[in-house]
């Protein structure tokens, strides 16, 4: 059960695009179309922002976009909000039930 | 409208045991794969426990097998976790959270566990 890995931090400036990684393996990430990815503001529960790779649950904005090669899933963020600024992490089943989540990624609004 | 509230945390003595619950609304605990996840301070968050909609399959992390228990009570529409011979490395903020479409699609406030002596 270990964790998937992704960049410890990531920035843009208001307008711009930032690309989150997630890698792992062949037994979750590379192995899996279910890979998700959550949104956690300091202080705040984690909110789902993208699932099944790709999919946008109702009231997140299309800025948000995910996409996966390999053992690699990414999330991108387009036209940079201030709210935009959080952690970021992924999750990936990883076999048995289990899931793996990634190491958390805190995105910068410059 | 779906709501989970966790409730139960506190300060506990290394060894010890505490019991979280989850009451939920909006939905049938029954209907729904549900789990804990777990997040220590300043840290990522890690998967603890999951129980299946018909409420026979358990998983944990290795972590805390054959320490941590997770059940339900449907007519409270209720999940429980109890926790066994706690160790200061459970220290954590723990979530109840709703599985939906293979993802995690509502989580509760948290409520924090300390294990300290």
């Known amino acids: 059960q270990s964790a998937l890995t992704q960049p410890p931090s990531a920035s843009g400036s208001p307008g711009q695009s930032v690309t989150i990684s997630c890698t792992g393996t062949?037994?979750?990430?590379?192995?899996?179309?279910?890979v998700s990815w959550y949104q956690q503001h300091p202080g705040k529960a984690p909110k789902l922002m993208i699932y099944?790779?790709?999919k946008r649950p109702s009231g997140v904005p299309d800025r948000f976009s995910g996409s996966k090669s390999g053992n690699t899933a990414s999330l991108t963020v387009s036209g940079l909000l201030a709210e935009d600024e959080a952690d970021y992490y992924c999750?990936?089943?990883?076999?048995?039930?289990?899931?793996?989540f990634g190491t958390g990624t805190k995105v910068t609004v410059l | 409208e779906v709501q989970l509230v966790e409730s139960g945390g506190g300060l506990v003595q290394p060894g010890g045991s505490l019991r979280l619950s989850c009451a939920v609304s909006?939905?049938?605990?029954?209907?729904?794969?549900m789990h804990w996840v777990r997040q220590a301070p300043g840290k990522g968050l890690v998967w603890v426990s999951s129980?299946?909609?018909?409420?026979?399959?358990?998983n944990y992390a290795d972590s805390v097998k054959g320490r941590f228990t997770i059940s339900r009570d449907n007519a409270k529409n209720t999940l429980f976790l109890q926790m066994n011979s706690l160790r200061a490395e459970d220290t954590a903020v723990y979530y109840c959270?709703?599985?939906?479409?293979?993802?995690?699609?509502?989580w509760g406030q948290g409520t924090l566990v300390t294990v300290s002596s």
């Open positions: 999750s990936s089943n990883a076999g048995s039930n289990n899931i793996a």
């Open positions: 062949s037994s979750d990430v590379g192995g899996s179309n279910y």
């Open positions: 129980l299946n909609s018909d409420g026979r399959t358990t």
């Open positions: 099944e790779v790709t």
């Open positions: 959270v709703r599985q939906r479409s293979n993802s995690l699609d509502y």
């Open positions: 909006g939905f049938s605990l029954s209907s729904f794969w």
